[in-house]
């Protein structure tokens, strides 16, 4: 059997490898295996060192995250930890490569550290909604002190080894690339001089010196700073009691705060989206993507330069193309100006700024994207403009090029069907502005070829995006359910909320804006041209009509300073509006609405009800292909609340039986034609299912008959 740990001696140093790929990560088995190996290596007369390191790229990426859906099962980590520390050989830990979480914890009960230059390490649990639950909360403090210990748990975000080793986490940094070899000949040194096992939990080894300001500061930052999160006030709390009480009974009080983390709905949210937002692997192995380094972006508007910059800053050459000289001017700008502010506020270096804009160039001319890898059209949301561009691109582009659209809501087959070449064509559904969000619809269209759908995801991925693939179908998976949700804050407005009603109740759920706020943001035109465009619009008058009542008053939002709400010259900041109340009366006494009042409840209830009947259709007709798709979706290009998990998990979460109540009592109020429950709903809600068990079910699935989900 191949144990995850694998031990061999060399020349009196045992030499512990942790062998559990992709990550090293310490699931139960690998706590077992590493708990004997250290126990037999003890033993071992001939052993006078014990190194552990990882194989692959990481040392360990920290426990593993799927354990945390259960109680932890023995030997603990913090029990594995505490038997490795007592060791009474000294222990080197070899840091190969990526060290994180409960990696850095084994590290830190190591007696003695080294690494490579290139490895990163750090406690990234906070970003899961945990603290650091082996230790890390009282071996770190007693190595760098509070102050930057905390800074490093409560950021999260890791540092380099040549940071760690200027903070004393490490004690050598080796040079190379190969730590074993220097990780060996520093062993030896140790050995030689004989050194002792250095144990950070030892009673001679003060806690941070108590400081309870600098506390009390921290405590109230991070609840300022991370509401809704039990991990940073319990970090602090852990951190001060590492300088008050005994390290046995502080470390007890870490565990005990973890596990209140593990169980917090907040934290289970944080580890769905964990999974749901890495990249799918699927049951079997990807088609290999095409190599993209030209990429053609059509049209140098608002969106395709911030495309444009993302390509850029992540490598990619760009042609910009526009047939309007001055709006390529504009693009070219655009691009230049971002890129020197990112620079000017130390976001990247100006050296690299420079490099980005010296990719880019611009052309007039369509023809500029015949030596194109990939096509990124961007172009006026219209049907007809859309295909006469990929018509004319079918007879410029490479036989191999790859021809996506940024569409947000046309149908991906009809342009495709402008060329004769459909299996090139793929949806790259960015969201605006495309520079800084991160999410990427990668549409499947029916012809799309699965080595083309690979390209744009990898591409996605290479541009520091989060890349999801959905089906071809009205607003995709995204702007489908949108439509759904603010189908329903339309239809309140008419009966009697108002928007700033209805923005304050879904902020207080946790959503970043109000669908009105957005609304305004966005520019209400432009939904008012999307729902032009769409074939299957519903006949219902009431259908969107506030929207496009402010439409046609020329209320577009904040670019007229006038939307859902107005806007001081220079500002930002929403105001209620009596003009837009009385032009909502107006026009629901047009079409005979009663108006009446509404709670906070029943405006999120509506909204986030819709929502989720409108994501469970989309699952049953194939255009999501799983339900953690739509959370990882909701939470990176609508603001759901990552506390919540994405729409799919929130319902899981209250139960789907309780969703299903909600939807029919709305049924019963509001009829069937926008409210008749999904039999997909229907059926996990009566088997006692939620959509994390229809997802796994659905891999499992696909697994066994060789497809994809
Ligand atoms: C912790 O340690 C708590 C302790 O304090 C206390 C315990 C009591 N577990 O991201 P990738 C999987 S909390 C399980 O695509 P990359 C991942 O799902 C933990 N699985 O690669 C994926 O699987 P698949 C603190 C994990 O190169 C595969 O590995 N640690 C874990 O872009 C490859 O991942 C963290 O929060 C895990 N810990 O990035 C670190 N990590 O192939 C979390 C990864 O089936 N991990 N997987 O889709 C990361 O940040 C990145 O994965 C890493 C690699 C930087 C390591």
């Not at 709905?265 to 049951?283: I, N, Q, Y």
């Not at 582009?397 to 459909?422: F, K, Y």
Request: proline letters at 6%; charged letters at 20%; a neutral charge.
């Amino acid at each position: 059997m191949n144990l995850p740990v694998r031990c061999r001696v060399d020349d009196g140093i045992a030499i512990l490898t942790i062998e559990s790929p992709p990550v090293n990560a310490l699931a139960h088995p690998v706590r077992q295996a590493l708990l004997a190996a250290v126990v037999a290596a003890e033993a071992d007369g001939a052993v006078r060192a014990l190194l552990i390191h990882g194989a692959g790229r990481c040392f360990v990426a920290g426990a593993d995250i799927h354990e945390f859906e259960a109680a932890p099962r023995e030997p603990l980590l913090n029990d594995v930890l505490l038997r490795l520390e007592a060791c009474t050989k000294p222990v080197i830990a070899a840091l190969n490569g990526t060290t994180l979480g409960g990696g850095l914890e084994l590290a830190l009960a190591c007696h003695y550290r080294c690494a490579t230059a290139e490895v990163t390490l750090g406690l990234p649990e906070i970003k899961l909604g945990l603290l650091p639950g082996s230790g890390g909360t009282q071996r770190l403090p007693r190595v760098v002190g509070a102050s930057v210990a905390l800074d490093l748990m409560l950021g999260g975000t890791p540092i380099g080894a040549a940071r760690a080793h200027e903070l004393g986490i490490l004690d050598r940094l080796i040079g190379g690339s190969d730590v074993l070899e220097g990780a060996l000949a520093y062993a030896r040194e140790l050995v030689q001089a004989r050194v002792p096992p250095r144990r950070l939990c030892a009673a001679s080894v003060p806690g941070p010196k108590p400081d309870p300001a600098m506390f009390a500061e921290r405590r109230a930052r991070a609840a300022r700073e991370q509401p809704g999160l039990l991990a940073p006030g319990y970090i602090v709390d852990c951190v001060e009691a590492a300088g008050e009480q005994p390290f046995a009974a502080a470390l007890a009080l870490s565990r005990r705060r973890f596990e209140e983390c593990r169980v917090s709905v907040a934290s289970r949210s944080l580890r769905h989206l964990f999974f749901a937002e890495r990249p799918r692997a699927g049951p079997l192995p990807r088609p290999t993507a095409r190599r993209v380094q030209r990429v053609a972006v059509i049209g140098a508007g608002t969106m395709g330069a911030g495309i444009a910059i993302s390509l850029v800053t992540s490598g990619h050459e760009v042609v910009l193309i526009d047939p309007q000289p001055a709006a390529v001017a504009a693009g070219l700008k655009r691009v230049a100006t971002i890129l020197e502010s990112a620079a000017a506020k130390g976001r990247m270096s100006a050296a690299e700024a420079a490099a980005a804009i010296g990719r880019v160039t611009s052309s007039a001319e369509l023809a500029a994207a015949a030596p194109a890898d990939l096509v990124i059209e961007a172009v006026f949301e219209s049907m007809a403009v859309k295909r006469e561009v990929f018509g004319a691109l079918d007879r410029i582009c490479r036989a191999d090029a790859v021809l996506a659209t940024n569409t947000s809501t046309l149908d991906v087959d009809e342009i495709a069907a402008a060329t004769s070449r459909p299996a090139a064509v793929v949806g790259m559904h960015f969201f605006s502005p495309a520079n800084v969000m991160r999410l990427v619809e990668v549409v499947r269209g029916a012809a799309s070829a699965p080595d083309v759908v690979a390209t744009a995801l990898a591409t996605t991925r290479h541009m520091g995006k989060l890349g999801v693939v959905v089906g071809n179908g009205f607003g995709f998976v995204g702007n489908r359910m949108l439509y759904a949700y603010g189908r329903e804050n339309q239809l309140m407005l008419l009966e009697g909320a108002s928007p700033a009603q209805i923005d304050g109740a879904l902020r207080q759920f946790g959503m970043a804006m109000g669908p009105n706020a957005v609304g305004d943001l966005a520019g209400l035109d432009i939904g008012y041209r999307v729902r032009r465009e769409r074939k299957d619009r519903p006949s219902d008058p009431r259908y969107y009509r506030v929207a496009d009542a402010l439409v046609e008053a020329g209320r577009l939002g904040q670019k007229t300073a006038r939307g859902a709400y107005r806007y001081e010259a220079g500002s930002r900041d929403p105001i209620p509006d009596p003009d837009v109340d009385a032009l909502i009366e107006r026009e629901a006494a047009s079409l005979g609405v009663i108006r009446r009042s509404f709670t906070g409840e029943e405006i999120v209830n509506r909204c986030i009800f819709a929502l989720i009947n409108e994501g469970a259709r989309l699952l049953e007709e194939g255009v999501a292909l799983a339900a953690a798709d739509i959370d990882a979706i909701w939470c990176n290009g609508y603001g759901f609340p990552r506390l919540r998990g994405g729409p799919m998990f929130h319902a899981d979460t209250i139960g789907l039986a309780a969703v299903l109540a909600g939807v029919e009592h709305f049924a019963g109020l509001y009829g069937a034609k926008d409210w008749a429950a999904s039999p997909l709903l229907r059926t996990l809600a009566g088997n006692g299912q939620g959509f994390v068990e229809w997802d796994r079910a659905r891999t499992a699935g696909a697994r066994a008959s060789g497809g994809s989900p």
